[in-house]
């Protein structure tokens, strides 16, 4: 009874947590404030750390080390959020990064109602020894935290397009990560592991059109959870959750505009798990200095800026759900 209690009281006051519909898991919530201001519009994109939640694949493009984090009172304070990463590029244009996220829940009240078992129902309404205090016999945290370990190479190929004289150019990213979780509840534990694998390729507009102004189009594939990832309890029914695979497409254009200093990007994502999610994104550039981004997925609207400021880039995101707005905040370092 005491473990029912304390799971059904727990399973409520998360319930709200997860952003999207049929979120079932913390790891939906996603990483990366940038990526976040871009209503998650970003497997096409993925040039920062955050690339190893959104598509390993795009850490390859980093010509720089980087060091990110990110942290969130989710919720009107209910749950803290916080992410951090670091990537590094290698020789023979390949990198390797470690993303590491925990979502915490404080002061989770429990009720202890072990009292009552061998009572039946008219000793529990007739007699007030048996009635619910309504005062907790205890509280406790909950922690869920995700490790994920990546690696990207990056290839560039010229396709020979004889007949019309040119070639075009393609950067083609491969990556993978290898994920880690584990979950705290009361006094149980239940890990799992799992495996992500990324593709994003990119080519130049302007040599395919013949059109110097032209910029860039990318496309991103991520398959999230490919090898079957189970989170195993240690509970008296070793009690077993699955995290289902799930297909992220995503396409993104990326315009120059020299007499602004500027550049505007365009991305779209769609998310297969369920019965699936749109997210549209844009983002705004200036001079390597600002960003403005605007998103939107699934009913919810999001925003942020960012400013680089002695070569380190301040994020900010606001995200809409259903419960009310959760503020993002995080800093990017590369070096």
């Not at 049929?22 to 955050?50: E, H, K, N, P, Q």
């Not at 979950?183 to 799992?192: P, V």
């Not at 694998?197 to 059109?211: A, E, H, I, P, Q």
């Amino acid at each position: 009874m005491k473990r029912i209690i304390i799971t059904l009281a727990t399973l409520l006051l998360l319930a709200p947590l997860f952003s999207g519909r049929y979120a079932g898991d913390f790891m939906s919530i996603g990483a990366g404030v940038r990526a976040l201001g871009m209503g998650g519009a970003y497997s096409a994109i993925a040039s920062d750390c955050s690339a190893i939640y959104w598509n390993t694949a795009g850490i390859a493009q980093m010509k720089k080390a980087e060091v990110s984090a990110m942290h969130a009172f989710l919720y009107e304070g209910l749950a803290a959020y916080d992410n951090v990463a670091y990537c590094q590029p290698l020789p023979n244009e390949v990198t390797i990064g470690i993303n590491i996220t925990r979502l915490s829940v404080d002061d989770i009240p429990y009720f202890d109602e072990s009292y009552l078992i061998g009572t039946n129902v008219d000793q529990r309404i007739n007699d007030s020894a048996y009635h619910l205090p309504g005062v907790p016999d205890g509280k406790f945290k909950s922690t869920d935290d995700l490790f994920q370990f990546a690696f990207a190479k990056l290839i560039h190929y010229d396709a020979n397009m004889g007949w019309l004289f040119f070639e075009v150019p393609f950067d083609i990213a491969l990556g993978g990560n290898i994920k880690y979780i584990k979950r705290s509840l009361h006094n149980q534990l239940g890990t799992g592991t799992g495996f992500d694998f990324g593709v994003l390729v990119k080519t130049d507009m302007g040599v395919v059109f013949d059109m110097d102004e032209l910029g860039d189009i990318s496309f991103g594939v991520n398959f999230q959870d490919i090898s079957g990832t189970n989170i195993n309890w240690d509970t008296a029914t070793e009690h077993s959750d699955e995290i289902l695979f799930n297909t992220k497409f995503g396409i993104a254009i990326e315009q120059p505009i020299p007499s602004l200093k500027s550049a505007l990007r365009l991305a779209y994502d769609y998310d297969y798990v369920y019965e699936g999610t749109q997210h549209f994104g844009a983002e705004w550039e200036y001079d390597d200095l600002a960003w403005l981004r605007l998103g939107y997925y699934d009913k919810n609207f999001s925003c942020g800026a960012s400013v680089k400021l002695y070569g380190v880039n301040l994020d900010y995101a606001l995200i809409t759900n259903p419960v009310g707005l959760s503020n993002r905040i995080g800093l990017r370092m590369n070096f």
